[in-house]
């Protein structure tokens, strides 16, 4: 998939601060105690209330001021672009601004559903939205459109996690992320409340079932599931990390309810094949970051689903 056009040594630069992205925690951030004595930090807030506001990049300052402003032209430059290039309908949720330009953050129209980014060029002297300077990081688009074609061909495995979480947050005294922030500051793919799936690894299936997709965008999932083989592939390269947060402002986490949360997924049946991780943080996001990890977060990695 050919990526649109004139991108300087600026824009280069301003991938670097949203690769991170794809990662479990986003590693922009300063982890640590957000306390100091009685003032609190308030670069954070509590993920019951987070949608995204507040999310910063580095240098934005300026491009941030025309690319809300702009909002309108932005959208319709990557609707356009998704399109073309990617055979893709998609939702323009928010713009972020960083050094020559401004993140996009889109969510995909129905199936194959994900939340990824794109980033459009900005000339801030002249307060011009370059349109026809758009860029992807690589393989962010196609991990993104796989995962979705992945959650269309496992949809009963998938169905089988949702009900865990969905349990788990009902049992035991934990939140996942408000729909809000998942659409305005996460490009983590195949993206839920309480897990998101990040399988780049898988880059011989990700090529092919993504060159079917982009051959017929209206592809059913049935045909998809004829083309693809779910007890052949690694299961070491589908990551999966399941990220939930203490549901009270007060609250720590914990290893007993960590250990407890754990032993409940290693007796489940049916869900995707996997690499999972489990991750317990407490209430708070840093709203600069996107990201729950402090020094009080608790983790179970490399869960090997088989």
């Known amino acids: ?18 690769m991170t992205m794809n990662k479990e925690n986003n590693s922009n951030e300063t982890d640590g105690d957000y306390t100091t004595g009685d003032a609190f930090d308030d670069r954070y807030v509590s993920v019951n209330d987070y949608t995204g506001e507040g999310y910063d990049l580095v240098n934005g300052e300026k491009t941030d001021v025309i690319a ?23 939702i323009v949720h928010n713009v972020v601004g960083n050094m020559d330009g401004a ?41 993104g459109i796989f995962s979705g074609l992945l959650a269309m061909i496992m949809d009963e495995e998938f169905a089988a996690l949702d009900a865990f979480t969905d349990q788990i947050a009902e049992k035991y005294p934990v939140v996942g992320l408000r729909q809000e922030a998942i659409n305005n500051v996460k490009a983590t793919a195949y993206t839920t409340p309480y897990y998101f799936v990040q399988p780049m690894a898988l880059q011989d299936e990700m090529e092919k079932m993504n060159r079917l997709y982009f051959e017929n965008p209206s592809i059913s999932a049935e045909e998809l599931k004829s083309q693809f083989d779910k007890k052949a592939y690694n299961a070491n390269f589908l ?40 991750w317990l943080h407490d209430n708070y996001v840093n709203k600069l970051s996107a990201s729950g990890n402090q020094d009080s977060s608790l983790k179970e990695r490399d869960i090997i689903i088989e």
């Open 239 to 278: 990551r999966i990390s399941i990220q939930v947060y203490m549901d009270e402002k007060d609250s720590k986490p914990t290893e007993s309810l960590l250990d407890d949360i754990v032993q409940e997924f290693n007796g489940l049946e049916g869900i995707p094949r996997g690499k999972y991780s489990i």
């Open 68 to 90: 809300n402003e702009k909002f309108a032209e932005i959208e319709d430059a990557m609707k356009a672009f998704f399109l073309e290039e990617y055979k893709t309908e998609v």
């Open 103 to 143: 993140t996009v953050f889109v969510e995909s129209v129905g199936e194959p559903h994900f939340h990824t980014y794109a980033m459009i060029g900005i000339d801030v002297k002249e307060e011009k939205i370059m349109t026809e300077s758009i860029w992807t990081q690589d393989s962010q688009v196609e991990q």
């Open 1 to 18: 998939m050919k990526k649109i056009s004139v991108i300087g040594l600026g824009l280069m630069i301003l991938v670097t601060g949203c």
